[in-house]
């Protein structure tokens, strides 16, 4: 069994309802791997979370388990759970819940600053968002928590005893010592604004993979994975 960790990528694939994405968690991309996988996606999450999460279910991993592959996200993603949870979508299937109190990308979660501000107690003005719009486009220092939370995610991934295997979604890599890259070129490359295989608004603002797109993807990654495993 494969274990995978993802971001929203490994939730599912995304159909269009006017401008508003759905999310269909009956397939994703490892469904084309071709072998069993148990599969913990992270909407809005990144190498943080991953740590979290591998501490959760591989300390010990399941006897089951012969491998883990790690689906990296954009970067950074600096989050911070109230509670750090999951929910079980389908048969080997868990996402966590969005229970987050604090994020670095918060000033363009308009949901998540109502929750916050409802639970504190507080009116979110738009000083607030713009502040955080600014600290989150300093990328030198988010970076660097970021680095940070790679070396601790190699650290848990050893401990686990397991081959560990990473997928660069965007073809930014960190300086692992026990986790592998696989050889697959990034899925913002070869898959990103193409009507064809990816959502996105006129804007710039990339969104996620319709089903052809996670077809597509899962191959990619297949092809890499097989040439570490076989």
């Given at each position: 069994?494969?274990?995978?960790?993802?971001?929203?990528?490994?939730l599912g694939w995304y159909s269009m309802d006017g401008d508003n994405e759905i999310v269909h968690r009956?397939?994703?991309?490892?469904?084309?791997?071709?072998?069993?996988?148990?599969?913990?996606?992270?909407?809005?999450?990144?190498?943080?979370?991953?740590?979290?999460?591998?501490?959760?279910?591989?300390?010990?991993?399941?006897?089951?388990?012969?491998?883990?592959?790690?689906?990296?996200?954009?970067?950074?993603?600096?989050?911070?759970?109230?509670?750090?949870?999951?929910?079980?979508?389908?048969?080997?299937?868990?996402?966590?819940?969005?229970?987050?109190?604090?994020?670095?990308?918060?000033?363009?979660?308009?949901?998540?600053?109502?929750e916050i501000s409802e639970r504190f107690d507080f009116d979110w003005q738009s000083g607030i968002s713009?502040?955080?719009?600014?600290?989150?486009?300093?990328?030198?220092?988010?970076?660097?928590?970021?680095?940070?939370?790679?070396?601790?995610?190699?650290?848990?991934?050893?401990?686990?005893?397991?081959?560990?295997?990473?997928?660069?979604?965007?073809?930014?890599?960190?300086?692992?010592?026990?986790?592998?890259?696989?050889?697959?070129?990034?899925?913002?490359?070869?898959?990103?604004?193409?009507?064809?295989?990816?959502?996105?608004?006129?804007?710039?603002?990339?969104?996620?993979?319709?089903?052809?797109?996670?077809?597509?993807?899962?191959?990619?990654?297949?092809?890499?994975?097989?040439?570490?495993?076989?």
């Amino acid at each position: 069994m494969i274990i995978v960790l993802g971001c929203s990528f490994s939730l599912g694939w995304y159909s269009m309802d006017g401008d508003n994405e759905i999310v269909h968690r009956d397939y994703c991309w490892y469904d084309e791997l071709d072998r069993p996988y148990k599969a913990y996606s992270h909407p809005g999450g990144g190498l943080m979370s991953y740590c979290k999460c591998l501490d959760l279910v591989c300390n010990p991993a399941p006897a089951s388990a012969s491998a883990i592959l790690i689906q990296e996200s954009f970067s950074p993603r600096i989050v911070i759970h109230d509670t750090f949870e999951y929910k079980k979508h389908r048969e080997n299937l868990y996402g966590w819940k969005l229970n987050y109190i604090y994020s670095n990308t918060i000033a363009g979660l308009p949901k998540i600053q109502k929750e916050i501000s409802e639970r504190f107690d507080f009116d979110w003005q738009s000083g607030i968002s713009h502040w955080m719009s600014v600290l989150n486009s300093n990328q030198v220092g988010w970076e660097y928590l970021n680095t940070a939370c790679s070396s601790h995610l190699d650290r848990i991934a050893q401990s686990t005893g397991l081959p560990v295997y990473s997928y660069s979604f965007t073809g930014k890599k960190y300086p692992y010592k026990y986790i592998k890259y696989l050889d697959v070129p990034p899925a913002t490359e070869k898959l990103f604004w193409d009507d064809r295989y990816h959502h996105y608004r006129e804007d710039n603002d990339p969104l996620h993979f319709n089903k052809l797109g996670n077809k597509l993807l899962g191959q990619m990654i297949k092809k890499g994975l097989d040439n570490e495993l076989s």
